[in-house]
């Protein structure tokens, strides 16, 4: 038998109460300390939801520091040439409220940032923003409501961070999965070669 747990009460019976140094490590504002992650870190996990409750999550990826901080309470986030989907920016118009995952290659702990987000499609900071001579085409700026750092235990679990247990073709390839869920019309030899050379020089 399933046993939805259905109440906060219910939720803390089962978990147990947090350490007053987990429940109390949010801070309002950007210590030093994550200005520094934020200069190291090239990726980050950026999650919405509109306003009917529907969710998105997207991974954002440039040279280290790219997540830029505005000042202790705002950061912004580039975007560039993309699928055009924007789901996750479609849900910020209409539901403000955004939280970021920020990793360091090689850690397991992470930066989390939750707050509220709105879109620019262009700032004299975005100069900053420049790579291989190409502007942002957008970002996302957010108002730090939330910021502290996250344990390494889920990184730990999983052995993220250990070669010896990658497998990368353990699934289909990348053409693989194209041509069996996005597009068959094309052959196998066309998507290897959009996916190879061609897609890694497209990037900006």
Known sequence: MTTRIETPEQLTALLGEPLPRARDK??????ELDREWLAASPFCLVATSAADGSCDVSPKGDPPGFVRVLDDTTVAVPERLGNKRADGYRNVLSNPHVGLISIVPGRGDTLRINGRAHLV????????????????????????????????????????????????MAVGSRPQIAKALERPEDSIEELERYYGTQYSTGLY
């Open 26 to 31: 949010v801070r309002p504002a950007l210590h």
């Open 121 to 168: 499609g262009d700032a004299p900071w975005f100069d900053d923003m420049v790579v291989k001579g190409h502007r942002p085409v957008l970002a996302l700026v957010v108002e730090v409501d939330e910021a502290f750092h996250h344990c390494a235990k889920a990184f730990m679990r999983s052995r993220l961070w250990h070669p010896e247990t990658w497998d990368p």
